[in-house]
Every structure is written in structure tokens, then in C-alpha cells.
């Protein structure tokens, strides 16, 4: 073998070995990269859902009294005639 081709070979093949170590270290990255962006979301989630849990029976309270306050009060169309029949009663 010519010594240029050699040397071109002997190139070649640290190039190609260097390549090699690069896309190593970038797959790596990506690889940790995905890690933690799925235990990002994990945590997001299991913050949601714990959050949820705690507050629920506080949600569910203010529903039950906002229940209660919108039943007890009487429908308004209702109160609209009463105070008709009451403006009229007055008058007469």
C-alpha cells in the first residue's frame, strides 16, 4: 500500500473513530434528556392529583353549601309576582 493511502486510511479511521465517540456522547444526552423530562411530568402529575385529593373535601364543602344557599332561595320569578301582588295591594 502507497504511503498517501496509508496515511489517508489512518485518517479516515481516527475520523471515524472520534465520530463515533461524539454521536456516543449525543445519544447518551438525549437518552438522559428523555429521563428527566419524563420524571418532569411524573412529578407534574403526581402533584395534580395529590393536590386534588387534598383539596377535595374542601371543594366538596363550598359545593354543598352553594347547594344549599341556591335551594333555599326562592325562585325569582316567584318573588317577581309577590312583590306585584304586594305593590298592588298598596295601591288599592
Avoid: C, H
Avoid at 412529578?43 to 385529593?53: E, F, P, R
Avoid at 371543594?59 to 332561595?73: C, E, F, Q
Avoid at 317577581?80 to 304586594?86: A, D, I, M, W, Y
Amino acid at each position: 500500500m502507497p504511503p498517501y493511502d496509508k496515511r489517508l486510511l489512518e485518517e479516515t479511521l481516527n475520523l471515524s473513530q472520534e465520530n463515533n465517540k461524539i454521536l456516543r456522547r449525543l445519544q447518551r444526552s438525549a437518552r438522559i434528556s428523555q429521563f428527566f423530562s419524563l420524571l418532569k411530568w411524573l412529578i407534574i402529575i403526581a402533584l395534580t392529583v395529590g393536590t386534588y385529593y387534598y383539596v377535595q373535601p374542601y371543594l366538596d364543602s363550598l359545593l354543598k353549601a352553594y347547594k344549599d344557599v341556591g335551594g333555599s332561595m326562592p325562585n325569582f320569578s316567584a318573588l317577581q309576582e309577590s312583590l306585584k301582588n304586594f305593590q298592588g295591594l298598596n295601591n288599592k
